[in-house]
């Protein structure tokens, strides 16, 4: 059974250029997570999405960030307009329906570096 | 004030010692306690999880609750090099499914 399943791993734009990151979740995961990891701090929650609905995204920027997971194929992140402060390790987690206060599995991450 | 404090460390032990690694957490709502371990330029590794008060133990990995004192911890027996890694401590509540992390203790075993 695969893994969390994320791409590109590594990403470099330039300011007010867009990122899209992008996340495939275990199979039979129907929950998935957005995290960013900024140096020298810990995973903050961003966005918790389910297929067609975001279900909490308290921890997304108010602008900029956009994040869905469609019916089909993978869960998108996306940042347009990027700047410097954007640059992070971005990961994303899933998890299944009927444990998921308690197990959520991350992937590799994206890391993110805006020149 | 942080919902969830660690101590970033680092840790240096010798091969073989017990390793305790804490956490303290100010909000009273949450129930269920997570540990992941990270290496490098890597993802978090769900090692453990427990819901509510008590000790779990998964191998050499013990995990510990209290939650009157609002307290985790996380055993690690019998330490290997290849436990060398950072590791998170989480947290979440009843209602939602957002987690609170630490910032991570970084642990060094040393052959």
């Known amino acids: 059974n695969a893994g969390v399943m994320q791409n590109p791993r590594h990403l470099v734009r330039r300011r007010g250029q867009e990122a899209r990151l992008r996340c495939s979740p275990m199979k039979g995961h129907s929950h998935v997570y957005w995290y960013r990891q900024l140096p020298e701090e810990g995973l903050k929650f961003m966005v918790y999405l389910q297929k067609e609905n975001i279900i909490d995204e308290s921890g997304m920027p108010k602008e900029r960030f956009s994040a869905e997971f469609p019916k089909e194929g993978p869960s998108i992140l996306r940042i347009q307009q990027v700047v410097r402060g954007d640059s992070a390790a971005y990961f994303c987690?899933?998890?299944?329906?009927?444990?998921?206060?308690?197990?959520?599995?991350f992937g590799p991450g994206t890391r993110l570096l805006v020149l | 004030q942080k919902e969830v404090e660690q101590d970033p460390g680092p840790l240096s032990v010798p091969e073989g010692a017990i390793v305790s690694l804490n956490c303290t957490y100010s909000n009273s709502a949450f129930q269920y306690f997570m540990w992941y371990r990270q290496y490098s330029r890597k993802g978090p590794e769900l090692l453990m999880y427990t819901y509510s008060s008590g000790n779990k133990e998964d191998g050499r990995f013990t995990a510990q609750v209290d939650k009157s004192s609002k307290y985790i911890s996380l055993f690690i027996r019998d330490s290997q090099p290849s436990d060398s890694a950072t590791y998170l401590c989480?947290?979440?509540?009843?209602?939602?499914?957002?987690?609170?992390f630490g910032t991570g203790t970084s642990l060094t075993v040393i052959p």
């Open positions: 987690a899933s998890s299944p329906p009927n444990l998921a206060r308690e197990t959520q599995y």
């Open positions: 989480a947290m979440s509540q009843n209602t939602g499914n957002q987690f609170y």
